[in-house]
C-alpha cells in the first residue's frame, strides 16, 4: 500500500514537471525583428542663371525722383509716371535651386535692405527685392527655379551709364 | 486484488491526468493538487509571452542633411528626435520603434533585451550605424491586462557628408519572463 502510494506520487511530480519544463522552454521568451529607416538628403544648393540675370533695363530719367519697378515675372513698370522706358531688355533674375529628390521645402531670404549700384561715381540704389516663390518653396523632382525683381531708385536727372552691384540669395532646408 | 496491484493499475491513469490538467492550465493560473494527501504542488503555467512590431510605427530616424563630421541623430523612446553639430534636421517623419507584448492576464514582469552592439543600416553600398538602444520601459516591463507596449529609440551615426540616400536596417528585440 505504501509503496504504492509513493511510486504514484513521484510518478505524478515527474510527469508535471515534465510538462512544466516543456512549457517554459516553448513560451517564456518571444524576439522579433525591428525595423530602421533613415534618410540623408543631397544638399542644398543654388546658382544663378548664366544668362538671366535682373536688369532694369533701358530707361531715361526725369526731373523729379522715381522708380522702376520690377517684377519676378520680368514685367517693368514706373508708378510715377516720370520715366520713359524705353527697349524690351528688362528682365527678372532666374536661379536654379537644386537638392534633394525627396523634395523638401526651403527657406529663401533676399536682402533686407537696400544694396548699391555703380557707374563710375553715380549711383543708385535697388531695395523691396521679391520673389516667385516667395518665402519658401518646394523642390520638384529635387529641383526648382526662383526667380527674383526689385525696385530701383532713379535720382533726379540721374547721370547716363551702365550701372551694376550685387545682391545675396541664400536658401536654407527647412 | 490487493491494494499495491490496484496503485499499479492507477498509475498510467494518474499520468494521463496530470499531464492534462498541467496543459489546461495554460490558459490561466490554476492550483494543482498532488495525489498525496500530506502534500500540495501548486504552480502556474502561463500563457506564451509574444512580441509583435507595429505594422505603421517603426523606428525612423527622419530625413536629414550629414554635415562635414561624424554627428548623431538621436530618437528617444518617446519618438523626440535631437542632433550634434552640423546635422540639419528635415520634416517631422522621426518615430520611435513600437512593439506590442503579450502574455498571461496574471501580468507577470517580463525583461526586455535590445541589441548591446551596433547594427547596419544600408542604401546601396553605403552604410551608417545605429547603437545604443533604448527601451520604455527599459530592463523590465509588467504586463497590464495581459499586453504592455514597448517604444524603442536608438543613435545613429551619421557620418562627415553621409551619402544621400534611404537607408534601412534591422535588429532584435527580445522579451522573456523572469
Do not use: C
Request: net charge neutral; charged share 5%; no cysteine.
Amino acid at each position: 500500500m505504501r509503496i504504492g502510494w509513493h511510486i504514484t506520487r513521484i510518478f505524478a511530480i515527474g510527469s508535471l514537471v515534465l510538462v512544466l519544463g516543456v512549457a517554459r522552454h516553448a513560451w517564456a521568451a518571444n524576439s522579433t525583428s525591428g525595423t530602421i529607416t533613415a534618410t540623408a538628403l543631397t544638399a542644398i544648393s543654388v546658382v544663378e542663371s548664366g544668362t538671366q540675370h535682373m536688369n532694369f533695363g533701358m530707361f531715361v530719367p526725369g526731373t523729379v525722383v522715381d522708380t522702376i519697378v520690377l517684377t519676378p515675372a520680368g514685367a517693368r513698370s514706373n508708378p510715377g509716371g516720370h520715366l520713359l522706358l524705353p527697349g524690351t531688355g528688362a528682365q527678372a533674375d532666374l536661379f536654379t535651386v537644386t537638392g534633394d529628390t525627396n523634395n523638401p521645402s526651403f527657406s529663401i531670404t533676399l536682402p533686407g535692405s537696400a544694396v548699391t549700384l555703380t557707374s563710375g561715381a553715380n549711383n543708385m540704389t535697388v531695395d523691396t527685392f521679391t520673389s516667385t516663390p516667395a518665402g519658401t518653396g518646394t523642390l520638384s523632382s529635387g529641383t526648382l527655379n526662383v526667380t527674383v525683381g526689385a525696385t530701383l531708385h532713379v535720382g533726379a536727372n540721374q547721370v547716363a551709364g551702365s550701372y551694376t552691384g550685387s545682391y545675396t540669395f541664400t536658401v536654407a532646408y527647412q | 486484488m490487493n491494494a499495491p496491484m490496484l496503485m499499479r493499475n492507477w498509475l498510467p491513469v494518474t499520468a494521463i491526468f496530470m499531464l492534462l490538467l498541467a496543459v489546461a492550465n495554460r490558459a490561466g493560473a490554476d492550483s494543482f493538487q498532488g495525489s498525496n494527501d500530506t502534500e500540495t504542488l501548486t504552480t502556474t503555467v502561463l500563457s506564451q509571452i509574444n512580441i509583435t512590431e507595429s505594422g505603421t510605427q517603426k523606428l525612423n530616424f527622419g530625413m536629414f542633411v550629414a554635415g562635414t563630421a561624424l554627428n548623431y541623430i538621436t530618437v528617444s523612446p518617446a519618438g523626440v528626435r535631437t542632433f550634434t553639430g552640423g546635422i540639419k534636421l528635415l520634416g517631422s517623419g522621426a518615430s520611435a520603434d513600437l512593439f506590442t507584448v503579450t502574455g498571461d492576464t496574471s501580468n507577470p514582469s517580463f525583461s526586455i533585451t535590445l541589441p548591446g552592439s551596433a547594427v547596419t543600416l544600408t542604401s546601396g553600398s553605403y552604410t551608417m550605424t545605429v547603437d545604443t538602444f533604448t527601451s520604455t520601459p527599459s530592463g523590465t516591463g509588467t504586463m497590464s491586462s495581459g499586453t504592455l507596449n514597448i517604444t524603442v529609440g536608438a543613435r545613429l551615426n551619421v557620418g562627415a557628408n553621409q551619402h544621400a540616400g534611404a537607408y534601412t536596417g534591422s535588429y532584435t528585440i527580445t522579451v522573456a519572463y523572469h
